[in-house]
């Protein structure tokens, strides 16, 4: 008899495989002798002779080595750092095959995580883009230097190595166009650039965003101390050369930590934000301003949540995790009041900034948890007919869902950024919520990620 050990994966082992479907992370899985293998860069349906990589106790991980037989929707990635970059994990996957994908990733998670019948469950086609290209309104990008040059991009996939990016190709062309002027301007000004190592240098990073239906440009510079040598003559270039930049920032970071913003920000020149505008709605963006990545379907995001609530005038409405109101403000129009929280203060400052732009008077904002404020607004007689819950990828915390089981709303709509977690959730609600439909929405196209609103309704 074979003992279990005979038939465990080695560690550089090669092998052939047929790849089932793709995983989570946008990585091919295939079983080889009942163990489950996880294949970057490989494609359902085909046929490859793989090495293996690392070996956990419940899986392995493995690189292509040859593709037998190749999908028929393999294409040319685009970009010529793809595969060491690690932005894109689906560039080589045709883009109506991309959106098939998604949906699929969606129901693997319902059947991994909930008792549902999923085969009676309604799973939408995923909304993707015309043009699933040049969508990102931002870009954060790791300065460091390489003789004598200045390089701004990533650092590439489980590495240290900084992947210098000229030309990236989902990020808006604005953006791009921003972040390698100012690196030229920094490399010809002989500007010291940050090194993570010796902890010297100056310039960290470039982040630019643009106001993608407004044409305001943002550039922010982070640096490791306030002390800007040459600061004049670095603002005066990058007006120069970027006309119609409408901010320029400077953000202090000096700690060694691998998040990208310190807390002082000041304004150098030209105003502290940019305007974006998203449907009849504008947005003030100032540098540390969470802002959905892609404005074009955004639209069609919120669009769908507003499908979902199906407001009729007369509801109250939470928006929980509310950010700067950009939801809450969306269904405004058609509610009797919105009741929004965020646990970040300045985020609730906006909020109520954003609304009162907007002329709104039936909106209310406060800083807390979700889970502290509604029980108290329950308890002061104020029930909600709808919860919107835009949660982070961790999902809703676990006494928020307490909270919605005891205050029972007759709707909740579930934006969600991550289908574990979506489905994890909508099992516990399930003890007294039946979910009315989910509707995939790609958000971010040639990456794996896949965003689902989920209509929920009290049984």
Known sequence: MKTEQNIKIQLNQTFPLTIKRLGINGEGVGYFKKQVVFVPGALPGEEVVVEATKINPKFAEAKIKKIRINSPHRVQPLCPVYDVCGGCQLQHLLYEQQLKEKRDIVVQSLERHTKLAIDKLDVRETIGMQDPWGYRNKSSFQVGQKDGKVLAGLYGLNSHQLIDIDQCAVQ??????????????????????????????????????????TGELQVVLITSQKELPKK???????????????????????????????????????????????????????ARTFFQLNSIQTVNLYN?????????????????????????????????????????????????????????????????????????WVKKGWQPDVVVVDPPRTGLDSQLIQT??????????????????????????????????????????QTAHVEAVAKIVLR
């Open 304 to 376: 769908e949540v507003k499908k979902a609530a199906a407001l009729t005038g007369k509801e109250k409405v939470v928006d929980a995790y509310c950010g700067v109101g950009t939801i809450g403000l969306w269904l405004a129009d058609q509610a009797a009041e919105i009741r929004g929280m965020d646990i970040i203060p300045e985020s609730i400052e906006d909020a109520k900034k954003n609304a009162k732009r907007h002329g709104f008077t039936n909106t209310k904002y406060v800083p807390g948890k979700a889970e502290e404020v509604l029980p108290k």
């Open 404 to 445: 919605i089981l005891q205050v029972k709303p007759q709707k909740l709509i579930y934006v969600s950024c991550n289908p574990s977690t979506l489905a994890k959730d909508l099992q516990t609600l399930s003890a007294k919520y039946e979910v009315k439909y989910i509707q995939p929405v790609d958000m971010f196209p």
């Open 232 to 286: 004049d003559l670095i603002i005066a270039e990058i007006q120069k050369r970027l006309p119609n930049i409408k901010s320029i920032v400077q953000n202090v970071n000096g700690q060694k930590t691998s998040l990208i913003f310190g807390d002082e920000t000041t304004a150098l020149a030209g105003s502290e934000f940019i305007q974006e505008t998203l449907g009849d709605l504008q947005f003030e963006l100032s």
């Open 172 to 213: 808006h062309s604005q953006t791009n166009e921003a972040t390698t002027k100012v690196k030229k301007i920094l490399e010809e000004l002989k500007i010291p650039i940050y090194n993570e190592k010796t902890r010297k240098g100056i310039i960290r990073t470039i982040v630019t965003r643009v106001g993608v239906q």
